[in-house]
T-cell receptor
Framework: DQQVKQNSPSLSVQEGRISILNCDYT??????FLWYKKYPAEGPTFLIS?????DKNEDGRFTVFLNKSAKHLSLHIVPSQPGDSAVYFC?????????????FGKGTHLIIQP | DGGITQSPKYLFRKEGQNVTLSCEQN?????MYWYRQDPGQGLRLIYY???????QKGDIAEGYSVSREKKESFPLTVTSAQKNPTAFYLC??????????FGDGTRLSIL
């Protein structure tokens, strides 16, 4: 059973607009969440993370929001750029910042249209 | 340049043969991980090691084995007991509570 769900396999957004990628989780023990970006035939690259003691974390164009009561997090990219086209994975862990491994969603393929 | 090196990038093996995938890191990270990715799927944890000479099973360890004799190296052996070994294998490392850094993966195909 999937503990981390990304229900949109793909998302198309115009360049310059906001991209919003969503992620839901079922395990209430998860307390550390991350977003990774992945290009084909490469390893994932870390983007941004959030601890369960926060509800928002911002880094440049990237903001992650966490709603613990809804077990939902989202990644906002503003403004979207062509280089943002990639697969985005949501990941979660229990304690220790992921020391015991991460649980990943299936990913959302973001396509930025010119 | 610090990073994680996985070799080879592509690997072909005959059915029934064991195969070992290499993962080396020069980041001086204590923890190392192996994940598997199948088409349209997320990454799934195979094994991880938080310290030299110690490792733990992840969610899908059956048919795989690992060793951690050196801090910088964490090889993964895909044995003949793994029923569906064709996949993209990713190695990662981390230090403390920092995010995991990934290598560029090895694509294993069984002929």
């Amino acid at each position: 059973d999937q503990q981390v769900k990304q229900n949109s396999p793909s998302l198309s957004v115009q360049e310059g607009r906001i991209s919003i990628l969503n992620c839901d989780y079922t395990n209430s023990m998860f307390d550390y969440f991350l977003w990774y970006k992945k290009y084909p035939a490469e390893g994932p690259t870390f983007l941004i993370s959030i601890s369960s003691i926060k509800d928002k974390n911002e880094d440049g164009r990237f903001t992650v929001f966490l709603n613990k009561s809804a077990k939902h997090l989202s990644l906002h990219i503003v403004p979207s750029q062509p280089g943002d086209s990639a697969v985005y994975f949501c990941a979660a862990s229990v304690g220790g910042g992921g020391a015991d491994g991460l649980t990943f969603g299936k990913g959302t393929h973001l396509i930025i249209q010119p | 340049d610090g990073g994680i090196t996985q070799s080879p990038k592509y690997l072909f093996r005959k059915e029934g043969q064991n195969v070992t995938l290499s993962c080396e890191q020069n980041l001086n990270h204590d923890a190392m991980y192996w994940y598997r990715q199948d088409p349209g799927q997320g990454l799934r944890l195979i094994y991880y090691s938080q310290i030299v000479n110690d490792f733990q099973k992840g969610d899908i360890a059956e048919g795989y084995s690992v060793s951690r004799e050196k801090k910088e190296s964490f090889p993964l052996t895909v044995t003949s007991a793994q029923k569906n070994p064709t996949a993209f294998y990713l190695c990662a490392s981390s230090q403390g509570s920092q995010p995991q850094h990934f290598g560029d993966g090895t694509r294993l195909s069984i002929l």
